[in-house]
């Protein structure tokens, strides 16, 4: 059949355009219902899971309780968990501020030194794959205060990914744009301040979210090596205590309290992280499917 024959209707491009395009908008909109709906029927589902095994088995709270029985324990016990939460949470703040503090400083100086970070950098690999449960006891019998202690804990920690991801940032910066800045005579400071600390934000925020999670971990086992109780203890000494009292569903509760707290951090260094490079940078750009 010739291509020209009257009898064959001529193809239609806007047809099969909007037909691409209406499958597009179907796909994106299931993306954004299913991107909440899906974990919270995956929550539920695995909560009625929890429950039915608890009654199926008959097993006594002590060894399991069920999800109820774990959410009145929560809001029974909620000013006692509510206080050390607050306590692990300034522990976590803190050692996270030092931490950027420290690692992006420690990075800018690596990034203008070559010696600098030859001589330093190995040193921070070991404190890295250092287990922290090692190192501190070593840290509470050296030094005093209980609260210095738990913060250099979490903050070895958390240091290490700040440090490394910066690092890897200023040194990223394009060699091109690098030879224009020498040819026009930039200064240090300004190849710095314009092109490698730009260059770094990325790698900067994502070492940040990093760290956020590492920074509670980091609180949690010091707690853990710490284990003194009393009105400023935190989340981990709850936990170590209802584990001695055979206090199970309190120790359900303020576990779930640590892992909500680690949610909440890294959704919030996310949109922080989104709203620095939701304009410019490729990562967080909207791109048509």
């Known amino acids: 059949m010739s291509v020209l024959d009257p009898t064959v209707p001529p193809a239609d491009p806007a047809g099969e355009i909007d037909a691409d395009e209406r499958r597009r908008r179907r796909r994106t909109r299931f993306e954004k219902v299913g991107r909440w709906i899906l974990p919270i029927l995956t929550l539920a589902l695995g909560l009625w899971l929890w ?16 999800p109820g029985l774990v959410f009145q324990t929560l809001i029974a016990d909620w000013p ?20 950027v503090l420290g690692g992006v400083g420690l990075a800018v100086l690596f990034s203008q030194s070559r010696w600098m970070e030859m001589s330093f950098y190995p040193y921070a690999v070991i404190l890295q794959v250092t287990p922290i449960v090692a190192i501190a006891p070593l840290i509470f019998i050296y030094v005093e205060s209980r609260l210095a202690g738990l913060l250099l804990c979490a ?9 490394s991801n910066t690092t890897l940032g200023l040194n990223s910066a394009d060699h091109n744009l690098r030879d224009l800045f020498r040819i026009y005579g930039a200064t240090r400071w300004q190849k710095l301040r314009f092109l490698q600390l730009p260059s770094a934000l990325p790698y900067f925020l994502g070492g940040l979210r990093i760290a956020g ?24 000494f709850r936990i170590l205590e209802a584990g001695y009292r055979l206090n199970i569903p309190r120790m359900f509760a303020a576990l779930i309290l640590i892992a909500a707290t680690g949610v909440v951090i ?24």
């Open 51 to 66: 429950d039915r095994i608890v009654v199926w088995n008959a097993i006594p709270h002590y060894i399991l309780p069920g």
């Open 80 to 99: 006692i968990l509510f206080e050390a939460l607050l306590v692990t949470l300034q522990i976590t703040l803190m050692a996270l501020a030092v931490a």
């Open 155 to 163: 903050w070895l920690v958390a240091f290490f990914p700040v440090l």
């Open 213 to 236: 999670g590492l920074s509670l971990i980091g609180a949690v086992v010091a707690e853990y090596v710490a284990g003194t109780g009393g009105l400023k203890s935190g989340l981990a």
């Open 266 to 289: 890294f959704a919030g260094l996310s949109f922080l992280s989104h709203m620095l490079l939701r304009k410019w940078h490729e990562s967080a750009l909207k791109r048509e499917a």
